[in-house]
């Protein structure tokens, strides 16, 4: 990850209202959500086990803080999550 997505992902944050969409790419949130430039975050969760893969969420400096604001069940067994950021105190 270079440090230019980084700064795109700050200037678009700073520019720009509305939500930028980070699809299916652990390697860019991981980096985002290090560096306190997520937000929210919209999971869909599907009920089959693959034996392997990465982790969502590796190993981070400290503490991120999310409250799930959101559930709902789609096509029967999906589901799909809704978190926001807790701010801090």
């Known amino acids: 990850m270079t440090g230019d997505v980084l700064e795109q992902v700050s ?7 509305g939500d930028i969409v980070i699809p299916a790419s652990t390697r860019i949130v991981r980096a985002l959500m290090e560096h306190d430039l997520v937000d929210a975050m919209w999971l869909k969760v599907f ?5 392997g893969g990465d982790r969502l969420f590796g190993e981070t400096s400290g503490k991120k803080l999310m409250r799930l604001v959101e559930t709902r069940t789609l096509d029967g067994d999906t589901t799909y999550l809704a978190f926001e950021r807790v701010q801090a105190a």
């Open 47 to 51: 009920p089959v086990v693959l034996g």
């Open 11 to 17: 200037k678009l944050k700073a520019e720009l209202e």
